[in-house]
């Protein structure tokens, strides 16, 4: 076989005009594709964290609803105030013990 054999038997690729378009566009459809997916991918992770944090905010409420629901109970508030500010009931008397040192520790409430 001749080198002019092979080049007779092998067909030879034509880029038309038109393949040159249909190809522009796809680029350019991919290229259009590609911007949108990713502010969509960016805008569902933000949500999904916006999803998260609303989660915790709704915990956190849900926390805070019950720490005001148990300061509407009168025993603990009287529990509170006689631990915390040392207040005592009528009729009662309350001793302080002092350490050698002189100062007493306050209880953290």
């Not at 076989?1 to 038309?16: E, F, L, N, Q, Y």
């Not at 569902?44 to 509407?72: C, G, I, M, Y």
């Not at 025993?75 to 631990?83: D, G, P, S, T, V």
Request: glycine letters at 6%; one cysteine or more.
């Amino acid at each position: 076989m001749s080198v002019r054999g092979r080049a007779a038997a092998r067909p030879r690729v034509r880029i038309t005009a038109r393949a040159v378009v249909v190809l522009t566009m796809l680029v350019a459809a991919g290229i259009a594709f590609v911007y949108p997916l990713r502010l969509y991918l960016a805008q569902q992770r933000k949500v999904d964290v916006l999803e998260s944090r609303t989660q915790q905010l709704a915990d956190e409420n849900r926390e805070l609803q019950h720490q005001v629901d148990k300061l509407h109970d009168p025993a603990y508030l009287e529990r509170l105030a006689r631990e915390c500010l040392g207040m005592v009931g009528k009729g009662e008397t309350s001793f302080v013990l002092v350490p050698r040192g002189g100062q007493s520790s306050p209880k953290p409430c």
